[in-house]
């Protein structure tokens, strides 16, 4: 059965940095794309990384230049990572999988399975 793990983020202050982490395990054939959403408080789950088996990146708006997704295939790890953190980056961050061969992108994705997810919290 195919896992996701997620892991890290926490508390910081405005301008600072955190990363959170997720851990793939239990499948045969390994994600098309992965993903990193994130949903805040009274708002919608909005896709803001996704990386493809290749290593294309696809980034939203809000946290390009800061936010850097990246994948250890070695340790079966998604990462992002998220500097200069501002309070409207403050959300539930969720890792997921997409096992289709389809384009990846944040606006494309449609997983198929989710991490549980963790909270990010900045203050001002």
């Known amino acids: 059965q195919v896992r996701l793990v997620g892991s890290g983020g926490g508390s910081v202050q405005a301008g600072g940095s955190l990363s959170v982490s997720c851990a793939v395990s239990g499948y045969t054939v390994s994600p098309y794309c992965m993903a990193w959403f994130r949903q805040a408080p009274g708002k919608e789950r909005e896709g803001i990384a996704a990386?493809?088996?290749?290593?294309?990146?696809s980034y939203a708006e809000s946290v390009k230049g800061r936010f850097t997704i990246s994948q250890d295939n070695a340790k079966n790890t998604l990462s992002l990572q998220m500097n200069s953190l501002k309070p409207e980056d403050t959300a539930m961050y969720y890792c997921a999988a997409d096992f289709r061969s389809m384009p990846c992108g944040i606006a494309t994705i449609r997983p198929q399975l989710w991490g549980q997810g963790t909270q990010v919290t900045v203050s001002s």
């Open positions: 990386r493809d088996r290749d290593g294309s990146t």
